[in-house]
C-alpha cells in the first residue's frame, strides 16, 4: 500500500454489524454502551461516517476484541471463510 497524501482518505471498513449480530445488541443498545446515538451506529456500519480513535477503541471494548479485528483498511472476508480456512488448516 503507497503512502497516504495529505487529505486523501482511505476506506475504513468494519464488522461492528457481525459483532452486533453475534452479541445479539441492537443498534440502541450499542449506542448506548459506546455513548453516541443509534443513527450514529448505522453510519458507521454503513461506512458512511468513521469513528475518531476514542470511539473505535470504545467499540472494541464493548467486543472485547483488538482495533485490527474490527477494522481494517482492507475489506474483510465473510467470518465463515476464515473458520472454513482455519478448520482445513488444522486438519491433517
Known amino acids: 500500500m503507497s503512502p497516504v497524501r495529505?487529505?486523501?482518505?482511505?476506506p475504513i471498513f468494519n464488522r461492528i454489524a457481525v459483532l452486533r449480530a453475534e452479541h445479539r445488541l441492537s443498534r440502541a443498545a450499542l449506542a448506548e454502551r459506546i455513548e453516541v446515538n443509534p443513527q450514529t451506529v448505522g453510519?458507521?456500519?454503513?461506512?458512511?461516517?468513521y469513528p475518531s480513535l476514542d470511539l473505535a477503541f470504545r467499540i472494541c471494548a464493548v467486543f472485547d476484541l483488538p482495533v485490527e479485528a474490527v477494522f481494517s483498511r482492507e475489506e474483510f472476508q465473510p467470518m465463515s471463510t476464515e473458520i472454513y480456512r482455519r478448520s482445513r488448516e488444522d486438519t491433517p
Do not use: S, V
Not at 495529505?6 to 482511505?10: A, F, T
Not at 453510519?43 to 461516517?49: I, K, M, S, T, V
Open 6 to 10: 495529505r487529505g486523501e482518505k482511505l
Open 43 to 49: 453510519a458507521l456500519e454503513r461506512g458512511d461516517h
